[in-house]
């Protein structure tokens, strides 16, 4: 599948006004996926009261991935999304109906 420039920039790349993961983007929908699955992520971390090495001991998601998501500078996949929602038991995918997380 051909990924095409919009591919090649990090989410973080596509701010217009503030700080990643608050800030105003332009209008590319994955940018802004990728947004509120870094600010759904943090609250759920948060919540959790754990730190990055804890969140990656108890999800199994490198602590690195972790904070690259969090911080916009990679596109979350599929299979990280996924294994962070079972483990944190959250929705991070915008849209979703609240409370009907995949089984």
């Known amino acids: 599948m051909p ?6 920039r990090k989410p973080v790349e596509y ?3 503030g700080t990643w993961p608050g800030a105003v983007l332009d209008d590319h929908h994955g940018a802004q996926v990728a947004q509120e699955v870094a600010v759904r992520l943090k609250k ?8 990055m090495v804890e969140a990656s ?7 690195l991935t972790i904070t690259r998501v969090l911080g916009g500078h990679v596109w979350p996949d599929l299979l990280t999304i996924a294994t962070l929602e ?6 991070l995918w915008p849209g979703r109906e609240p409370g009907n997380p995949p089984k």
Not at 3 to 8: E, L, P, V
Request: no cysteine.
């Open 3 to 8: 990924q095409g420039d919009k591919r090649s």
């Open 15 to 17: 701010l217009l006004q």
């Open 44 to 51: 759920a971390i948060d919540a959790q009261g754990w730190t």
């Open 57 to 63: 001991r108890r999800t199994g998601v490198d602590r």
């Open 86 to 91: 079972k483990a944190l038991d959250v929705d």
